[in-house]
Structure formats: C-alpha cells, structure tokens
C-alpha cells in the first residue's frame, strides 16, 4: 500500500466509517424487510417510527416496531430471524454504493491511511456487504453491533476501532449519516462528518456535508488539522 503523503502524515490517523446509509444505499433495503415484517404482524410501520430507527442495533429496532404497532406479546427471536434472512437476501442482491462513497474509500486507502468500517448492524450480514460490494481489503478493521455491548449512540463502538487501529481518536475522522452514530463518534472524540439522509443530524460539533462527492483525502486532512 502507498505510504501516507506528506501532507496528511501528522494529522490524520485514521478515517472510521459507518456503513448503512454513509458508504451504501442500503438503508431502502431495511425498508423493505421491516415493512414486510410489519405486514405479517398485522399492521403498517408508521415513518415516524422507520426514521427513529435510523442507525439503532437491532434491539432497539425491534423494540420501536413493536411499540409503533402496539404488540404487547412479541415473539422477537422468530422476528428478528424474519428480517435476519430477508436482508441477507436483499444484501447479496441490491446493495449498491452512495454517490462518492467507493472514490473516497478508494483514495483513503491508496494514501495509507488506516481504515475501519464501524456499523451497528450485525457480522453476519457486514460479512456479506463486504463479499458482495465493499470488498474485504478495504478496511484494516471491522467492528459490528454485536462486537460490543454497548453499539451506538454510546462510543464503544468507534473507541474499540481506534484501539484496533492503534491510532488516536482524536485524530481520526469519522463519517455518519444517523443521529445515533454522530453521537456516538461525538462521545467517543473523533472528528465527525455527518451526511444527512433519512433523518436530519445535529449541527454542534459536526461538519455536515450533502453528500460524499464533496470529501476527498485533502478536505479529512484538514478538519483534522483545525480540530
């Protein structure tokens, strides 16, 4: 791999990306399973309720459906295995990237820099995004929402890949697109971008950005210096 340019060498330590929503358009694809699930439970996902799940783990996922559709006697092992298996589905099929995504993955990685992949979502269908569309070199480390006993919005998460990486907190960037994970890259110390989608992000201490066509090596560098 390249050796980390002159320019950047100092500064910037690492780049920590989310995956759902940041790197690809995956987040129509949970959609999709929940309003099906919703369907076979007997009732509608309301939006409000699919935007308060934006970058959740899985429990607290499940736990806003149920309250969204009022079932008071779930049986959350038979849902979540419902959605488990539609999605590792719709993963090997339908992910694609969002705009700039693959360019700024690809130029981080031509630089040197050390690089994490860090999502709430759960190993056994990261595995899959990665054999499927993000490719298993790009990352240095992978942390998933069932690494950690505390994922997102708590710092766990982004605390443990810096660890892994060997490399800083405070200056590595971290790239999200849900309040959860903003907050938690907050907590955790990391220069944070935030990209919002589904759901509007907090302005305080994030470098909000409408899309990743405008992040390249140069601009991470610099948020990096004036933090």
Known sequence: MARVPDTVRGRLAGVLFDMDGTLLDSERLWDAALEELAVRLGGELSPAARKEMTGTPVQRTMAILYADLAIDDPDPVADRRFVSERMTELFATDLTWQPGARELVAEVRAAGLPT?????TGRRLVEIALESTLGRDSFDVVVCGDDVTAPKPDPESYLTAAKLLGVPIDRCVAIEDSPA?????????????????????????????????????????RLVEHH
Request: aromatic residues 2%; charged residues 10%.
């Open 181 to 221: 994970g903003v907050a938690s890259a907050l907590a955790a110390g990391a220069v944070t971008i935030g990209v919002p989608r589904e759901v509007p992000l907090p302005e305080a201490g994030v470098h909000l950005v409408t899309s990743l066509t405008e992040v390249d090596l140069a601009y991470l560098a």
């Open 116 to 120: 994490a992949l860090v999502t709430s």
